[in-house]
């Protein structure tokens, strides 16, 4: 993992993801302190750079959301949250990833929506979720995959 950015940085990529958050009538917001010390937790999963990922307002939406949903959930930020609730953060990270890819397909980025789709499809096959985790998590695949087909060939796209 890269280097932290300043806090001013969070502060900012926050902003735009809570802006963002609020003009597509999501009503969860974040804050600096919780992005940074979500992105200190340990993971079983490589973590993007912090500079990268404050880069991408889609990923910003995406860490938000997922923070919020653990929230919502009961769970408090400290270094293990991850790995010791996996079933409750694959939950949070797949609605996560949904508001994260509505956004960015709402707003017509087509091509993020596709290149986030390597990554979709090796969620599904993380042998972490569970049997359910992975049908919800095949089924958004599935959904951003018409979506994608519908978006190329010039179609209605309004939804995903």
Known sequence: MGSFPPRAKFETAVAEGNALLARHGYPERGTA??????L????PYPNPDPADLLDSPFLVVHEIVEISEAKRRGLRITRDVIVRNMETI????LAASEAELRIAAATGQVEYVESRSA?????CEDPLLTPSQRAAYGAFRD???TWLETAKRGGRTEGL
Not at 33 to 38: G, S, T
Not at 119 to 123: K, R, T, V
């Open 143 to 145: 959904r951003v995959a």
């Open 90 to 93: 694959n939950d949070a990270h």
């Open 40 to 43: 200190r937790t340990d993971t």
């Open 33 to 38: 302190e919780d992005l940074e010390a979500w």
């Open 119 to 123: 990554d979709l499809e090796s969620w």
